[in-house]
């Protein structure tokens, strides 16, 4: 059961800014996880209603299992709730959404970093066949999809056109490569004020 009594966003009435500090987030890692230093990981450490999903296997993801530890995750939170999702972790937020129905309704946003284009190919890791074909519905809930112009899992104009698929508000942060510890994304205060202006104004949308 959820810590709150749940009540869809579009009847929580008049609602004003929040803080990161108040704020109920289900952090999303990819592919092999986020480490010690990753801005998401950091994050988790610096907000006290930052929870990380669980998941059985990080290296060798199962579509199936991942939606499904998400969704067991997001019913031991409190509502409202928004999704912080990197790389991999944003197509597991798609794919959830696009069978979770009316759960969704409690989800007030997600803060989408990074996605991977994945297609049929060679240069497909075979680990992430499962996640294909690409989750290309509109989503059901407000979205901010960040992307770089030189990341080399995700073209910027590929980017920009899977964003308009999406529904989400599209940010094209210049060039921070895969936006990761590699790419020299500690705690990331950039991206850290870009969630915050996210939540402030999706919750006063509602």
């Known amino acids: 059961m959820r810590a709150q009594e749940l009540v869809p966003r579009h009847q929580r009435g008049d609602r004003t800014k929040a803080s990161l500090t108040e704020t109920s987030v289900l952090v999303i890692p990819g592919w092999n996880g986020s480490g010690v230093g990753h801005w998401q990981t950091m994050w988790e450490q610096k907000y006290p209603h930052f929870r990380r999903v669980q998941q059985r296997n990080w290296s060798r993801p199962s579509r199936t299992d991942w939606i499904a ?25 798609a794919h959830w959404a696009a069978s979770a129905g009316k759960k969704t309704d409690y989800i007030d946003g997600a803060f989408l970093v990074a996605p991977p284009w994945l297609t049929k190919s060679d240069q497909c890791p075979a680990e992430l066949l499962d996640f294909l074909p690409m989750p290309l519905h509109r989503l059901p809930f407000p979205s901010l999809f960040v992307a770089s112009e030189n990341d080399h899992y995700l073209p910027v104009e590929v980017a920009a056109r899977l964003a308009n698929a999406w529904g989400s508000q599209f940010v094209n942060i210049g060039k921070a490569g895969h936006v990761n510890v590699a790419s020299g994304h500690g705690l990331w205060p950039d991206g850290e004020a870009l969630l915050g202006e996210f939540v402030d104004q999706t919750i006063q949308r509602f």
């Open 69 to 93: 530890h998400i969704e067991a995750d997001l019913d031991r939170m409190a509502s409202p709730t928004f999704l912080v999702a990197h790389s991999l972790g944003c197509l597991a937020v």
